[in-house]
């Protein structure tokens, strides 16, 4: 097996590599994905905030491009709350930090004062 980065050069080349190569390396990366996704379900994770604010939950679910992701458990220095949507990330390549650009409370979740 592959490498992570070998995969990714591989795909991003110009060299003349088959469709078949392309779709068994896409599949391939496809899996690790899912299998990160799985292993973090349940994880304690760290969060910084636009406002430069650390955070800390427990990671539930994702969208695919990591654009949203469902926590609960987040505490913040001032509240916690059972179950929040955090939008607009940008992930960071080597931890699961995450710099937020918002927060959204989700609909019927109030927060809890610290």
Excluded: W
């Amino acid at each position: 097996m592959d490498n992570l980065d070998d995969l990714l050069n591989k795909i991003k080349s110009n060299d003349e590599i088959s469709i078949e190569e392309k779709q068994q390396i896409r599949t391939e990366l496809r899996q690790r994905f899912l299998k990160l996704i799985t292993r973090l379900q349940g994880k304690q994770c760290s969060f910084k905030t636009c406002e430069n604010t650390n955070v800390e939950a427990l990671f539930k679910v994702c969208d695919p491009n990591f654009e949203t992701i469902i926590v609960e458990n987040l505490k913040t220095p001032v509240m916690s709350y059972d179950n929040v949507k955090l939008r607009e990330t940008i992930a960071s390549s080597n931890n699961i930090s995450t710099t937020l650009i918002g927060l959204g409370v989700m609909p019927g979740y109030g927060g809890h004062p610290q």
